[in-house]
């Protein structure tokens, strides 16, 4: 049973890795310690009896398996959106520029003041 926990763990923490967006260097190790702390206090319960399987312990890796598949989903979400989504890496104006052609219009001018055609005679 020990050996399933650790399988899981490891794969838990393989997942977390590729999802991450920083380098190994600049991660934040919160994460890994709290699920180290986790599996190390799971593994103590058990002790060194492997023979008998409770419910606490198939419920963990349960859990590390959900963990497991949710941080592959949003991966896989990131990357699905990154590439179908090609208002993604605009900025503000330039995504309302690409949705107005998008819809077969132009988007207007802006005023510019300091212009001097767009001046009238003030005086």
Sequence with gaps: MSTTLARSYRSVLREINKSSIHAPQNRNQAIK???RDLYERQASTL???SKTIDET????GRNMMEMKEFVKAQR???DLLVRYNPLHDMT??????ATTRRVGMEQPLEYDDSDPANRENKE
């Design 47 to 49: 002790g060194g009896v």
């Design 57 to 60: 312990s198939l419920g963990f």
């Design 92 to 97: 503000a104006e330039e995504r309302v520029k």
């Design 33 to 35: 310690h709290m699920l």
């Design 76 to 78: 896989t979400y990131n």
